[in-house]
Nanobody, 125 residues
């Protein structure tokens, strides 16, 4: 099992920034891909950003490209999502995810992978 714990969400105003963190623990050796997804009320869960532990791949949804940056710390087994220029449409529960393969994770919305409990990001106008 892999345990994922997100933190850093909160209530901010449009234009503000937030940094989300996700700490991984447990049997993480086989989970080489890490990503952030989000789900707004009444909508499906969507991919936001993903990376691999070796740092050779990074991917972003078009809606956040240029505003969000994903990074990782292998020693701490943590990933981060730096979000700038937040807008009301970014309001959602943000979930950390882990799986063996990033491409498959994105294409299947992390089907069969691991999930954190989510952290709420609310952006007011």
């Amino acid at each position: 099992q892999v345990q994922l714990v997100e933190s850093g969400g909160g209530l901010v105003q449009a234009g503000d920034s937030l940094r989300l963190s996700c700490a991984a623990s447990g049997r993480t050796a086989s989970s080489s891909a890490m990503a952030w997804f989000r789900q707004a009320p009444g909508k499906g869960r969507e991919f936001v950003a993903g990376t691999t532990w070796n740092g050779d791949t990074a991917s972003y949804a078009d809606s956040v490209k240029g505003r969000f940056t994903i990074s990782g710390d292998t020693a701490k087994k943590s990933i981060y999502l730096q979000m700038i220029g937040l807008q009301p449409e970014d309001t959602a529960v943000y979930y950390c995810a882990s799986a063996p393969n990033l491409r498959a994770m994105v294409m299947t919305r992390n089907r069969g992978g691991y999930w954190g409990q989510g952290t709420q990001v609310t952006v007011s106008s």
